[in-house]
């Protein structure tokens, strides 16, 4: 079998920790990734401390084969994402050229530019991010990809990426709506994960028309066990005298 891919994404900002912003990227970044065969496995939110930012980015750089930041790469004083990336790799920043072109297209008075070319520092030999927006881009040194917090730019960048990232097997998902409740079924889901190791099975409650439910979701690379599984769940849905909808497959 054809090893997992795998990613951690790190939401830097402290205005998601402090609740005055909240953050869309992480969804986005989930599912674009899925569908490429590369698998989100750690998500972290964390503040605008560089100590912060060097230690986390150093520990998810060792244990996942890519790591994707959003946010702190703008031209403000607690704009530090850049420098603490540098620093994690213990590399110098430079103005990259690239990226000051593009900035200078938009004219702006001395001061203005100044702060505005604070965003073309990147680590030396870091690689340019496209942003098809026409802001400054993003940049990648190794496997950490460094994007902007504005989820509509950061969109954009990652877009750019699908060629250039290593995919592996892409996870399925199977879904079944069963009006019983969590305690009802939890011992046969536990029996059916048992048997069914290398699958992911989840149960989400509902209360809906006064009723309460739960969603039975399979996840997992192979869709003959998903399958085999879905049919053990729906089998034992219907032991309960419930008669569950099969939401069918999608991309997990």
């Known amino acids: 079998m054809t090893e997992a891919v795998t990613a951690c994404v790190l939401i830097i900002g402290n ?7 909240q953050d869309i990227n992480l969804a986005h970044l989930a599912k674009s990734l899925g569908q490429w065969g590369i698998q989100v496995r750690e998500a972290r939110v964390i503040a605008d401390v560089e100590a912060t930012i060097i230690d986390v980015v150093n520990d998810a750089r060792c244990r996942f084969d890519y790591v994707f930041t959003t ?19 213990n590399l110098p920043l430079f103005q ?17 530019m100044k702060n505005r070319l604070l965003m073309a520092r990147v680590p030396q030999g870091a690689v340019l991010i496209d942003n098809p927006t026409g ?25 750019t990426l699908q060629a250039t990232l290593r995919g592996g097997p892409i996870v399925h998902s199977r879904s079944i709506k069963a009006y019983v409740t969590e305690s009802q079924i939890a011992g046969e889901l536990g029996h059916i994960q048992n048997q069914q190791p290398s699958l992911d099975i ?30 053990a ?3 034992a849905v219907e032991s309960l005298g419930e008669s569950p909808e099969d939401l069918g497959f999608a991309n997990a």
């Not at 946010?71 to 790799?89: E, N, V």
């Not at 400054?136 to 190794?142: D, K, L, R, S, T």
Request: net charge neutral; hydrophobic share 40%.
């Open 15 to 21: 205005e998601i920790l402090s609740g005055r912003t």
């Open 71 to 89: 946010g702190g790469i703008g031209p403000t004083h607690d704009d530090i994402t850049a420098l603490s990336i540098a620093k994690a790799f």
């Open 96 to 112: 990259h050229p690239d990226i000051e072109v593009r900035i200078r297209k938009r004219p702006a008075p001395d001061n203005v």
């Open 135 to 159: 802001g400054p881009q993003g940049f990648a040194i190794e496997n950490v990809y460094v994007m902007a917090g504005i989820p509509s730019v950061m969109q954009a960048m990652l877009s």
């Open 202 to 231: 989840g149960s989400y409650p509902f209360y809906r028309a006064d009723r309460y439910g739960t969603i039975l979701v399979v996840r997992g690379t192979d869709r003959e066990q998903i399958e085999s599984a879905s049919t």
């Open 233 to 235: 769940i729906i089998r």
